[in-house]
């Protein structure tokens, strides 16, 4: 028999109404109430219906090809399934994304996905994430952890294999004097990259590899800041944290006078394959878009199907993709 809201309210001693509210996650219900209601629905086994509702991707960088690419990938996994996907772009951890999230909370959107969102931050106000919790509004991290615990299922990429990647091939190319443009501190992919790299060097034989990391922001413009900083300090290779920085190190060593590869190799990060088609081709580690945007959908789907999902960071492999930004050291 098909369990629908009459059964719950009578399981729940509420009016039907009220099943609705709780059903849509509307205001006018009291946590207790809100509580009883789902628990009702867990006993009898009520599944709500999806259709039409709305999966909020949330995230600061849509303008970078890898992430519009993320998104665009988890609106196709999950619009067979009757669900939406609206991109929320705003700063990570500021207060727009808690406006965000509340204004849809009230609208009875279905989920929440973080992606490279203020679950990348240290330190990040967990009040969104505790609105989406009252709300029984399930959530879900692409490539960040969320603040105060693995309550949430994430996916992100193995940032610590992707630093001894672009290490490996810059080392076995002879390159010894090897630099890193990362992006801010606090930013937990920034410093798993950070991590990664100075431990790849330190394996090496290379002392105080510490010295050889430039924190920027994750710009052309912060790429272009750490190059000629690196390149003061003697480097021959930049390994760069995003491919918008890699972008930024090209820049800043040809306004240095110095050509790439010939001078200075540089190793991207993401893989956005129109970075195919700048000047340098651009070697870079590669993000796997297609299996982080699909585990994240299923995720979602999951979640809503009130299925077990396991909480805490799953890690994925990226992939070293070698093009013509990268060669051995000029003989000097």
Same mark, same amino acid.
């Given at each position: 028999?098909?369990?629908?809201?009459?059964?719950?309210?009578?399981?729940?001693?509420?009016?039907?109404?009220?099943?609705?509210?709780?059903?849509?996650?509307?205001?006018?219900?009291?946590r207790?109430?809100?509580e009883?209601v789902?628990?009702?629905?867990?006993?009898?086994g009520?599944?709500?219906?999806?259709?039409?509702?709305?999966?909020?991707?949330?995230?600061?960088?849509?303008?970078?090809?890898?992430?519009?690419?993320?998104?665009?990938?988890?609106?196709?996994t999950?619009?067979?399934?009757?669900?939406?996907t609206?991109?929320?772009?705003?700063?990570?951890?500021?207060v727009?994304?808690?406006?965000?999230?509340?204004?849809?909370?009230?609208?009875?959107v279905?989920?929440?996905?973080?992606?490279?969102?203020?679950?990348?931050?240290?330190?990040?106000?967990?009040?969104?994430?505790?609105?989406?919790?009252?709300?029984?509004?399930?959530?879900?991290?692409v490539n960040g952890?969320?603040?105060?615990?693995?309550?949430?299922?994430?996916?992100?990429?193995?940032?610590l294999?992707?630093?001894?990647l672009?290490?490996?091939?810059?080392?076995?190319?002879?390159?010894?004097?090897?630099?890193?443009?990362?992006?801010?501190?606090?930013?937990?992919?920034?410093?798993?990259?950070?991590?990664?790299?100075?431990?790849?060097?330190?394996?090496?034989?290379?002392?105080?590899?510490?010295?050889?990391?430039?924190?920027?922001?994750?710009?052309?413009?912060?790429?272009?800041?750490?190059?000629?900083?690196?390149?003061?300090?003697?480097?021959t !290779?930049?390994? *760069? #944290?995003?491919?918008?920085? +890699? $972008?930024? %190190?090209? &820049?800043?060593?040809?306004?240095?006078?110095?050509?790439?590869?010939?001078?200075?190799?540089?190793?991207?990060?993401?893989?956005?394959?129109?970075?195919?088609?700048?000047?340098?081709?651009?070697?870079?580690?590669r993000?796997p878009?297609?299996?982080? !945007?699909?585990? *994240? #959908?299923?995720g979602?789907? +999951? $979640?809503l %199907?009130? &299925?077990?999902?396991?909480?805490?960071?799953?890690?994925f492999d990226?992939?070293?993709?070698?093009?013509?930004?990268?060669?051995?050291?000029r003989?000097?």
């Open positions: 028999m098909k369990v629908g809201i009459t059964e719950v309210a009578g399981r729940a001693g509420v009016s039907e109404a009220t099943v609705s509210r709780v059903i849509n996650r509307r205001q006018g219900v009291s207790k109430t809100r009883a789902e628990q009702a629905m867990a006993d009898l009520y599944e709500r219906q999806t259709q039409g509702q709305l999966v909020a991707v949330v995230t600061e960088l849509v303008s970078n090809p890898f992430f519009a690419d993320v998104c665009e990938r988890i609106e196709s999950l619009a067979p399934h009757g669900l939406k609206v991109v929320c772009p705003c700063f990570a951890g500021g727009q994304e808690l406006d965000y999230l509340t204004s849809l909370a009230e609208r009875g279905a989920a929440v996905v973080f992606l490279s969102a203020s679950n990348t931050i240290e330190g990040a106000d967990p009040q969104a994430y505790e609105l989406l919790r009252s709300r029984r509004i399930p959530f879900v991290g952890q969320f603040e105060g615990g693995g309550e949430a299922p994430v996916f992100s990429t193995d940032d294999l992707a630093a001894e672009a290490v490996d091939h810059l080392f076995r190319l002879g390159h010894r004097r090897i630099g890193m443009a990362s992006g801010p501190v606090g930013n937990r992919p920034a410093d798993r990259r950070v991590w990664g790299f100075v431990d790849a060097l330190g394996r090496r034989g290379i002392e105080d590899a510490g010295q050889w990391v430039v924190r920027q922001s994750y710009t052309v413009e912060g790429g272009q800041s750490a190059a000629v900083a690196l390149l003061a300090r003697g480097a !290779a930049i390994v *760069a #944290a995003s491919d918008y920085m +890699a $972008l930024g %190190a090209i &820049r800043g060593a040809r306004r240095q006078g110095c050509e790439v590869p010939g001078d200075v190799s540089v190793v991207g990060y993401d893989g956005s394959m129109i970075m195919d088609f700048v000047d340098p081709p651009l070697t870079t580690v993000q878009a297609d299996r982080l !945007a699909a585990e *994240a #959908a299923r979602v789907l +999951a $979640l %199907a009130h &299925r077990d999902v396991p909480v805490g960071e799953l890690l990226p992939e070293l993709v070698i093009r013509a930004s990268t060669a051995p050291p003989a000097r």
